[in-house]
């Protein structure tokens, strides 16, 4: 199957710091990547769609101006957490379609995990 | 109520157990079902996929699709403590978004 990776892995910050959390498919272009939070035993949230060239789409509840999403090209999307809060710590997991493959699946990343002091 | 609902467990049990993880839903729109396995602090993977009712089987691995129950399940035979990992059931309607609705995950136990 096709490869997502993420990068960091985990990071660990000051509070009010800004992180930035890259998104890559590796074999193939995704238009469309997706943006996950998790918290501790609980599901997936979808935070926001991030399209290739164009502003992403948010979920409702969801800070377009504290989490700045980027997709400058059909590889790389990066989320950036502005002026992290403790409140913010948890596990950000992207996830990208293979629009060449003909199928609904998504492609999850490692996942990120920030802790924010 | 949620749409969709998935016991977090922990199920613990024996190596060479039957496994049973289940979810329910509300949302009768529903007509792709899908399993993930997400192991500790890594992404989720994809286990099994179904369209509609119906029963699939990969392996030690199978899915059942009950609509008229809104009843989904995923079994796991001859457990091994390598399937110790949380089990999310995730669900979508046809056409429309790609974004599936994920249930919470059951956290699954298989001990030596």
């Known amino acids: 199957g096709a490869v997502v990776s993420q990068h960091p892995s985990r990071v660990i910050c000051k509070s009010g710091t800004s992180v930035k959390i890259e998104c890559r498919s590796l074999d193939f272009q995704a238009t469309t990547m997706f943006w996950y939070r998790q918290f501790p035993k609980q599901s997936l949230m979808l935070m926001a769609t991030s399209n290739e060239g164009s502003k992403a789409t948010y979920e409702q509840g969801v800070e377009k101006d504290k989490f700045l999403i980027n997709h400058a090209s059909l590889t790389l999307s990066t989320l950036t957490v502005t002026s992290a809060h403790p409140e913010d710590s948890s596990f950000y997991i992207c996830?990208?379609?293979?629009?060449?493959?003909?199928?609904?699946?998504?492609?999850f990343g490692p996942g990120t995990r920030l802790t924010v002091l | 109520q949620k749409e969709v609902e998935q016991d977090p467990g922990p199920l613990s049990v024996p190596e060479g157990a039957i496994v049973s993880l289940n979810c329910t839903y509300s949302?009768?729109?529903?007509?792709?079902f899908m399993w993930y396995r997400q192991y500790s602090r890594k992404g989720p993977e994809l286990l099994m996929y179904?369209?509609?009712?119906g029963n699939k089987e990969d392996g030690r691995f199978t899915a059942q699709v009950d609509k008229s129950s809104k009843y989904i399940s995923l079994f796991i035979r001859d457990s091994q403590p390598s399937d110790s990992a949380t089990y999310l059931c995730?669900?979508?309607?046809?056409?429309?978004?790609?974004?599936?609705?994920f249930g919470r995950g059951t956290s699954l136990i298989v001990h030596p």
């Open positions: 995730a669900m979508k309607a046809s056409g429309g978004s790609y974004i599936p609705t």
């Open positions: 996830s990208a379609r293979d629009p060449a493959s003909g199928s609904n699946e998504q492609f």
């Open positions: 179904t369209y509609s009712s």
């Open positions: 949302n009768s729109a529903f007509q792709y």
